[in-house]
């Protein structure tokens, strides 16, 4: 007959602290990389539709054909811009979600490691996540 062993509590402590570094660590990382993507396609949107703009003042001017042809390709940008940046934020506030949960989670879980948590992350015991 075996007996079922476990490994220590504090080894436990020990593990699930890491693994909400981990997991903390890596949403804040996916978020700053959602939100740089985001900022770069709203310049580049920004841009796109002043080209735009200044394309439709030179079709109204009388410049025919080519500027309709760019207006035409910019408004296909535009709206293929705009669509990416919709999914982009839909991405932020979901990872933000789960990061926040995994946040409640944590300190639900053990409020005493909020401490720890807060030292290895911001290398400050003081400050919340």
Request: hydrophobic share 40%.
């Amino acid at each position: 007959m075996s007996i079922f062993r476990t490994r220590s509590p504090q080894r436990d402590r020990d593990t699930d602290k890491r693994r909400l570094v981990r997991l903390t660590t890596l949403l804040r990382t996916l978020l700053g990389e959602m939100t740089a993507e985001r900022a770069g396609f709203e310049a580049r949107l920004r841009k796109t539709e002043e080209e735009a703009a200044f394309s439709m003042l030179a079709f109204e001017d009388g410049e025919g054909g080519r500027i309709s042809a760019r207006v035409d390709e910019l408004t296909a940008t535009i709206v293929a811009a705009s669509n990416r940046l919709k999914s982009l934020q839909d991405q932020i506030a979901f990872a933000s979600r789960l990061l926040d949960e995994a946040i409640a989670f944590g300190e639900a879980s053990a409020p005493h490691r909020q401490e720890t948590i807060n030292r290895v992350l911001f290398r400050d015991p003081h400050r919340t996540l």
